[in-house]
């Protein structure tokens, strides 16, 4: 799978457990009782918590992603994406107590699709990936949503994502044989909307790619892979 970072160990104190969900679990049993997720009509779903709405969400797709049990309260990651291709979902928190008013935090956006989260001690940390060249965290701690960015250290990109440029933007243009149009939109937006989205990461040098692929177009003499990782994917 794309844009998958795994930048943390989760380290659960034996007071939690964590539970994932599927994408077709919409009534989760927690610490203040039932919460539900109710579509309404196609753009409208809302979030019920014992019979009372406790927040709207104007997208189709609205899940679950993960609840953390902690002693005193339930910590859920909802996802919620608007559908269609390339789309990007976002993500926010609701923290759940039996005796005390819940919390729900503002949204937080992942540019190149990464998701990963993990839990320390009653900390909660989502990788949200890259963005303008810095690594993005969501910190939930104390009731609070902070988001961090910060510098890393240049290493070779991600495979998987190198094997995306080559394969699915660089071939595929050249084999497409549609040399004036653009490289990236070859498979549509579905296949621009990632490059754009791997811009964000410093490891890539994607400057060169919209040329090389023109170029590799008109004379139908693409460049190996080998050659291609070293110039895009900083790979030696």
């Known amino acids: 799978m794309f844009y998958r970072f795994i930048m943390?160990?989760?380290?659960i104190m034996f007071l939690n457990t964590s539970t994932s969900y599927s994408?077709?679990?919409?009534v989760i049993s927690t610490i203040a009782g039932n919460l539900e997720i109710k579509r309404v009509d196609y753009i409208?779903?809302?979030i019920i918590l014992n019979d009372t709405i406790i927040k709207k969400i104007e997208d189709p797709h609205v899940y679950v992603e993960h609840k953390y049990d902690l002693k005193k309260s339930n910590i859920l990651i909802i996802s919620t994406d608007a559908g269609g291709s390339g789309t990007l979902p976002s993500y926010f928190i609701i923290e759940l107590f039996k005796n005390k008013n819940h919390i729900i935090t503002e949204y937080m956006y992942s540019v190149d699709r990464t998701f990963n989260h993990s839990i320390n001690s009653e900390r909660v940390t989502v990788d949200l990936g890259f963005e303008s060249g810095l690594k993005k965290y969501g910190i939930?701690?104390?009731?609070k949503l902070k988001i961090k960015k910060v510098k890393v250290k240049k290493t070779s990109a991600n495979e998987d994502d190198c094997n995306y440029l080559y394969n699915k933007i660089y071939i595929a243009f050249v084999e497409s044989g549609k040399c004036d149009q653009e490289p990236y939109e070859v498979g549509g937006m579905a296949t621009a909307r990632p490059v754009y989205a791997m811009e964000n990461?410093?490891?890539l040098n994607i400057k060169p790619l919209?040329?090389?692929?023109?170029?590799?177009c008109r004379s139908m003499n693409p460049i190996r892979y080998t050659k291609f990782r070293k110039i895009i994917c900083n790979t030696q």
């Open 23 to 26: 994408n077709e679990s919409n």
């Open 44 to 46: 409208e779903n809302w």
């Open 210 to 216: 919209r040329k090389m692929s023109e170029n590799a």
């Open 140 to 143: 939930y701690e104390n009731e």
């Open 8 to 11: 943390f160990l989760s380290l």
């Open 201 to 203: 990461d410093p490891r």
